[in-house]
Each structure stands twice: as structure tokens, then as C-alpha cells.
């Protein structure tokens, strides 16, 4: 019997022993896209993916700017949201095609490319509790940057979309990153690895042949609320605090810092997933209209928001992970290079170790676009990933479009 082509493609990829994947990833920090260039051996647990390069393409000014109008916003021009849709495509698929050409790679010689797209709006039922919406049990996401645009313009073979099934699935449809970390980072000790993105979110690993199944969830804000404070502190500025400098020059402001804390979303038991749908502007500013009298300075607020992330951040592992004191927490995300966040994370965990997601084989900047790669690989040669709600039932994450 003949294959048709298309399927006949997919059998053929399936039957690689490896397969070079682009993996892309556009995270809430809006800061740009990350393209991670991997080679990926096997499938399941044979699974090793291969850096081979990498890059962080910044986006403009104007392109950050038509960004920020959409994302995380509940109300915008529905126009503006359709034709974000394409122009997102095809700005990645621009960053793709110039990143392949300058590390002189051709299109042809790269088997699929893996987009996680941009998350315009995240709503688990953690963002209902506080709306009014109706079917407050149900969760929903949005991502754009149309695949079957992708596929055309860089003509690669596109996997995008990976968040649906899961939520299908009963899930949040976040964080999906411990799906690939438990199958690529077991150890013999147990493990935490903590993404310090636009949001906070870890995986606590457990032994390798251990019958216990790994633990996650997002902890609350990492670097997006950081990052609105310095903008506003510094609009003509690098848009984030570099090297936490702003929060070491000032002082953690404590009443605001309790106010922050009682948000009901920090006692909730994971899995949970969360965004700057509800930790943005609209949140600090609640916190501070309570405080009456003088409010905190440019650096007093800096410094309450850092230790707000680790705070928070160390509240949810001591929770949430078993004998944390006997793991080692891997650290990646842009937060890990704030120098006063990894110093209050640090002080916050006493007796725990803190180390770089470098010393796994990943550089930290690149792990997120390498996982999603992995995530691709999975649906394009794997049995997929066993769900998170312990049903037995396995997942293959993302659609796939062709570029003919």
C-alpha cells in the first residue's frame, strides 16, 4: 500500500533515528524570541536532545509595543488580535530564516520547526476565581502565531498549538516544561528545576525508579511585575532590572509586601497555573491603594517586588516538595541573573543548594525552546506523555502543519 506523501513524511520522520528540530519560544517578558537549533536522538525514554546553536532574537521597540496592547489584556480590538495572528507568524518566521542563514544552515536540512507561539491570554480557574466569568471550573489559553503560516513562509514542517491537548485533557494547559523535564532529568537524587521567566515555575523530580510522580506548577510572579516597575521607573531604560541593582539600592517596604502576599492565589495547592492576567499592574496597584500615607520610591518598590518572587518562590517548594532540603534546585529563566533575587532566594531557602540548569547540559536562556522541541519530537515519534491526572492515558502534544 502507498503512503499518501503527507502521511508518508510523518512515517519517514518517525523512523529517524534523530531529527533536527528548531525550537522556538516567546515567553511573557516580550523580550524576544528564543531559537534553539537541536538535534534530537530517539524518543521516550531514549530521548537526548543536541544544542547545536542558539540565539535570543530581540524584538523593536514597535514590536514590543504592538505586544504589550494584546497580551494579557481583557479587552482589545478584535481586529487587532486576528491580523496579531499572521504578523506573529510571520515576524518569527523572518527571526527563523535569518538566525538558519547566519549560522549558515540550510531550511532543507532541518526537519521540523517546534512554535510555542505567544500566550496573548492565559485563564485557568485561578484567573476565574476573581472574574465574574461563568464556568469558573474550566481552563482556557490562547497562544497566536498561526502555524500554517509559519510552515509556508519558512517552509519547514511546523508543530505549534502544544497547549489545547492538555487542557483538553483536564488540565491548565501550563506549565507543559515538566512533561519533557521528568523524562530528560531524572537523577539519582531528587531534583528541583525552577524557571524563573515572566512567571515563576517549577518540577520537583524524584529519584530515578522511584514510584512517585513528579510535582509542578507556576509559584506566582518571577520577573514580569520586576520588569513593569523598572520600565516605569526607567522608560527610556532596558525594560528589567539588570543584575537586581534597582532592588539592592532599596528597601523591601513591608506592609506592601504583606498586602502582595495575601492574594489568595499563593495558598493554592499545585498543579495551578497562573499569568500576568493576574499578577500585572492592576494587582500592585490594589496593594498600594490600601497602604495610605507616603508610598514606596522607584527602588523601595523594586526591592518589595524582588522579594515578593522570592518569597513566594521558597513558599510553594517548602510546600510543595518532599524533603526539600534533600534535593538540589537547578535555576534557569531570566531570573537568575537578578543578583538580589538569587541572594533572597538563597536566604529564603537555608540548607537548600542553588545552582545554575548549565550544570544538567542546558545553557538556561536556551532550555524552554529545547523543551518544546522535545515536546515536538514526542508527537512526531513518540508514544507521547503520560497525563498528569494519573488516568494512564498519554498526550502528544501540538497540531502539525505543512508548508504545501
Not at 489545547?164 to 506549565?175: T, Y
Not at 526539600?324 to 532566594?345: D, E, F, K
Amino acid at each position: 500500500m502507498t503512503l499518501p506523501p503527507r502521511i508518508a513524511r510523518l512515517a519517514a520522520l518517525a523512523g529517524k533515528p534523530a531529527r533536527r528540530i528548531v525550537g522556538l519560544m516567546s515567553g511573557t517578558s516580550l523580550d524576544g524570541l528564543d531559537i534553539a537549533l537541536c538535534t534530537v536522538h530517539g524518543a521516550g525514554e531514549t530521548t537526548r536532545p543536541e544544542l547545536e546553536r542558539f540565539v535570543t532574537r530581540p524584538y523593536g521597540a514597535a514590536e514590543q509595543e504592538r505586544l504589550r496592547r494584546v497580551v494579557s489584556r481583557e479587552q482589545v480590538a478584535l481586529a487587532e488580535v486576528c491580523i496579531l495572528n499572521a504578523w506573529l507568524a510571520e515576524t518569527h518566521a523572518r527571526h527563523v530564516l535569518d538566525a538558519l542563514a547566519e549560522w549558515g544552515v540550510a531550511p532543507e536540512t532541518v526537519d521540523a520547526l517546534a512554535s510555542h507561539g505567544q500566550t496573548v491570554f492565559h485563564a485557568p480557574g485561578a484567573w476565574r476565581m476573581e472574574s465574574d466569568a461563568p464556568e469558573r471550573a474550566r481552563h482556557a489559553t490562547l497562544q497566536l502565531g498561526d502555524g500554517d503560516a509559519l510552515a509556508v513562509r519558512t517552509g519547514l514542517l511546523t508543530v505549534s498549538d502544544f497547549r489545547q491537548k492538555e487542557i483538553a485533557a483536564g488540565g491548565q494547559g501550563a506549565p507543559l516544561a515538566p512533561y519533557a523535564e521528568a523524562l530528560l532529568y531524572r537523577g539519582a537524587e531528587p531534583r528541583v528545576l525552577l524557571n524563573l521567566g515572566g512567571i515563576a515555575n517549577f518540577t520537583w523530580l524524584p529519584p530515578r525508579g522511584s514510584a512517585a510522580g513528579p510535582r509542578f506548577g507556576d509559584t506566582g510572579p518571577a520577573n514580569t511585575l520586576i520588569d513593569g516597575a523598572a520600565r516605569r521607573a526607567r522608560p527610556d531604560g532596558p525594560g528589567y532590572d539588570p543584575n537586581g541593582a534597582g532592588a539592592a539600592a532599596g528597601k523591601v517596604h513591608a506592609k506592601l509586601l504583606a498586602r502582595l502576599k495575601a492574594h489568595p492565589y499563593f495558598a493554592q495547592p499545585c498543579p495551578k497555573s497562573t499569568g500576568p492576567e493576574i499578577f500585572g499592574e492592576e494587582y500592585v496597584g490594589r496593594a498600594l491603594e490600601g497602604l495610605g500615607g507616603r508610598l514606596p520610591g522607584p527602588a523601595d518598590l523594586l526591592a518589595t517586588l524582588t522579594r515578593l518572587t522570592a518569597e513566594t518562590v521558597a513558599d510553594t517548594l517548602r510546600r510543595e516538595v518532599p524533603q526539600l532540603s534533600a534535593a538540589t534546585v537547578y535555576v534557569s529563566g531570566g531570573g537568575q541573573h537578578n543578583r538580589t533575587l538569587m541572594g533572597w532566594l538563597a536566604e529564603c531557602l537555608p540548607g537548600v543548594t542553588l545552582r545554575a540548569s548549565l550544570e544538567l547540559g542546558l545553557p538556561p536562556d536556551a532550555k524552554e525552546a529545547v523543551l518544546f522541541a522535545v515536546l515536538a519530537n514526542e508527537l512526531l515519534a513518540g508514544a507521547g506523555f503520560l497525563a498528569a491526572d494519573g488516568s494512564g492515558r498519554r498526550l502528544a502534544f501540538g497540531k502539525v502543519s505543512f508548508p504545501d
